[in-house]
Nanobody, 114 residues
Framework: QVQLVESGGGLVQPGGSLRLSCAAS????????MGWYRQAPGKQRELVAR???????NYADSVKGRFTISRDNVKNTVYLQMNSLKPEDTAVYYC????????WGQGTQVTVSS
C-alpha cells in the first residue's frame, strides 16, 4: 500500500522559514516526478514546485527565489525549503508523487501570520 507521510508544517511569522518533507513508501514503480501543491481556502489547488527524476525543477512564479525543492531518491523523500514566507503562502500543502499513477499526501497546514 502506497503511503505518503508529510511533515514540517506549522505556524510561522512573515519572513520566517519552514521545511516540508514527504516520505513515500510502498511504491514499486519508478518515480517520475515528485512535487508540492497547495490549496488556500476558497481557491483551487495549485502547483508550488516539482522535481523530476533527473532533478529538473519548476516553480510557481509566486515562490521563485524563495522556495527550493529537492529530493532523496534513496529515501524516496521530497523536501520543500520555504524561506521569506508571506501571509499569502498560507495554505494546506500536499505532496504529490507520479509513477504510472499519481499519489497524494494527506496535506499539512502552513500558516504565515504575525
Amino acid at each position: 500500500q502506497v503511503q505518503l507521510v508529510e511533515s514540517g508544517g506549522g505556524l510561522v511569522q512573515p519572513g520566517g522559514s519552514l521545511r516540508l518533507s514527504c516520505a513515500a513508501s510502498g511504491i514499486f514503480f519508478s518515480i517520475n516526478a515528485m512535487g508540492w501543491y497547495r490549496q488556500a481556502p476558497g481557491k483551487q489547488r495549485e502547483l508550488v514546485a516539482r522535481i523530476t527524476s533527473v532533478n529538473s525543477t519548476n516553480y510557481a512564479d509566486s515562490v521563485k527565489g524563495r522556495f527550493t525543492i529537492s529530493r532523496d531518491n534513496v529515501k524516496n523523500t521530497v523536501y520543500l525549503q520555504m524561506n521569506s514566507l508571506k501571509p499569502e503562502d498560507t495554505a494546506v500543502y500536499y505532496c504529490n508523487v507520479q509513477t504510472i499513477n499519481a499519489y497524494w499526501g494527506q496535506g499539512t497546514q502552513v500558516t504565515v501570520s504575525s
